[in-house]
């Protein structure tokens, strides 16, 4: 049987625990499709930490990678719950709308994602079948000898229940790995006395930022040392350079240390080739014939990128020097680090988990605990031995997804897809999906029994 507290169990279709961008993903693909609502009549149960739904993205200080016009698409599908409508014509979707051909800044998404999470927290009052918990924590999986799932949580007053159901969803977000990164050979980035030390979730925080204000103030010439080479490098590059004091640094002051050239963005083959891009056939989506879809650096990050590499039309941007990282013996770039004024560490994120057992009540350790990919195709959560959870899927930041070419992506590119506009669309689908498809797997095993 299914390991719960009798007393305080209740059985939902599904359960989605994390009401981020990342867990209102599915949500909002079967929204766009006239498939929520039979959804909330078949039992929902999101579990959320926060008192809101849509995220915590009002804490950075720079501007999204996605055009604006990515995060208001869903709202002009045909598909679109009544109970929804109300969000084309709000004041913050109006604001919006101002960014629909640029990058808005991430403190207006994340009041346009609040707006978009509280029209969906309003829709459970009109389904019994399913349950909203805010300020709620999702404290453990525990996967059943039946084939469902149990998920134990507990509120604000402390006590612990346990929702059951045929499925579910971990959206819990991203985590950064860098501690257990080499910096080189021999050399772990905490191995290394640095003076002062941001990793770019923190340095793009509006605290991180006037911190390091504060920094390069005080820096004397010493260089602020940004590590990797992806969109965090260059739009922590792009975000120092904003900062009042950063009128002082000097000439290759910030210094972007990266394994490999980045893959840069553009709209299609006539703008790469008039930016000079040298670019290959597989570096062009099939689907909408965008150059490096997927893998390419956006916005900002672009932006300073240009700059830096002296494209068309552009200042050429002196402050920031691009050197590879594999050039540097591990007593150098120890000696690098350790003299830096600030390094900041930008090598991507892993996916967050929590504590999963199994029938037997046997913690099972998750690929996303080794920094691996958090889940396969279809979205399911993988053990660190590569096997899936047949019911228990993944969406969000660092999950480690990797799109298909019918996804819009560019046959070169070998990354994690890591885009809101994704989780609303083919990842959203392959979830809805997947726990339809457990659900007609229930209904038939019910109707031959």
């Not at 209102?24 to 008192?51: C, K, M, N, V």
């Not at 501690?179 to 050979?185: G, N, Q, S, W």
């Amino acid at each position: 049987m299914c390991w719960a507290e009798p007393h305080s169990r209740r059985d939902f279709s599904s359960i989605v625990v994390g009401g981020g961008p990342g867990g209102l993903g599915p949500l909002l693909w079967a929204a766009q499709h006239g498939l929520l609502e039979s959804w909330f009549d078949q039992g929902i149960a999101l579990i959320e930490r926060t008192g809101r739904l849509g995220g915590t993205l009002g804490c950075y200080g720079i501007n999204s990678d996605s055009l604006g016009g990515s995060y208001l698409e869903c709202l002009g599908s045909a598909g679109w719950p009544t109970a929804l409508h109300h969000l084309r014509h709000d004041p913050v979707t109006l604001e919006m709308q101002r960014y629909q051909a640029s990058y808005p800044p991430l403190p207006l998404v994340n009041q346009y994602m609040g707006r978009v999470g509280a029209a969906v927290a309003d829709m459970f009052a009109g389904h019994a079948a399913s349950a909203l918990h805010l300020h709620t924590t999702a404290q453990s999986v525990h996967l059943c000898s039946d084939g469902r799932v149990a998920v134990v949580i507990q509120g604000q007053n402390d006590r612990t229940k346990t929702l059951v159901a045929r499925s579910a969803v971990i959206a819990l977000g991203g985590r950064q790995h860098w501690r257990d990164e080499m910096a080189a050979p021999d050399l772990k980035f905490v191995d290394c006395a640095a003076r002062q030390l941001l990793a770019s979730n923190e340095l793009l925080t509006h605290e991180g930022l006037a911190r390091a204000n504060e920094i390069i103030r005080d820096a004397a010439g010493r260089p602020i040392v940004i590590v990797g080479g992806a969109h965090s490098a260059y739009a922590a590059a792009w975000a120092l350079l904003q900062l009042p004091d950063a009128s002082s640094l000097k000439d290759g002051q910030i210094v972007i240390l990266q394994r490999r050239p980045p893959r840069i963005f553009y709209p299609d083959r006539a703008a790469a080739i008039a930016d000079d891009y040298p670019f290959e056939e597989g570096d062009i989506c099939v689907r909408t014939q965008r150059v490096n879809r997927m893998g390419g650096i956006r916005g900002h990050g672009r932006d300073i990128w240009r700059r830096i590499a002296r494209k068309p039309n552009v200042a050429p941007e002196s402050r920031v020097a691009v050197l590879a990282l594999q050039d540097f013996s591990p007593q150098q770039l120890r000696k690098t680090l350790e003299e830096a004024a600030l390094v900041v560490p930008c090598l991507g994120y892993r996916s967050a988990t929590m504590p999963i057992f199994d029938s037997n009540g046997q913690r099972l350790t998750l690929k996303a605990d080794i920094n691996g990919d958090a889940v396969d195709g279809d979205c399911r959560l993988l053990t660190a031995d590569g096997k899936p959870l047949p019911n228990v899927f993944g969406i969000g930041l660092g999950s480690g997804f990797r799109p298909t070419q019918a996804m819009g992506c560019e046959p070169n590119f070998r990354g994690q897809a890591n885009s809101l506009w994704m989780y609303q669309n083919d990842i959203g689908a392959v979830i809805y999906r997947e726990i339809q498809a457990l659900a007609d797997e229930k209904q038939t095993a019910a109707v031959a029994a």
